[in-house]
């Protein structure tokens, strides 16, 4: 019974001691993290371009490409510069008349995820880019619903 104990009292002080040395571990470490976030906070941020406007497009509502019974609904605006754009109204129905049949060719697989996100977001973004000619300078995407 006295060994049991004895065990016991030494595990106790080791646990006890880790969990200390862990605990200064993660206190120093927070203090250098304290010190590059002040770093980050006080650089500069980038400048917003003051000359962008924005423009909803209409919903894009259409089905998917394997299957006739999943739809997707996708409300997107575009940033743009006004001096590039002599007409938004007609650009903004280009790009989505060009997103609607793309849409159409994308499958439930390629949606699904962050990354299938960040993959349409990046795709949408490029040929909104291309079918602007360098006009539109981004694509949001506001909503999705995929059913």
Known sequence: MMVWLAIMAVLTLIAGGGGTAFGLYLTSRSEMMGKEVKQVAETPSPTRVSNANVRDLPPIITNLDQTSDTWIRLQTAIVFDPAKV???????????????????????????????????REDLTDRAVIRSDGRVRELVIESLVVQ
């Open 86 to 120: 002599e007409k938004p109204d007609v650009l903004a129905e280009e790009v989505a008349s060009d997103i609607l049949g793309f849409m159409q060719t994308l499958s439930i697989a390629q949606l699904s995820g962050s990354s299938g996100l960040q993959h349409l």
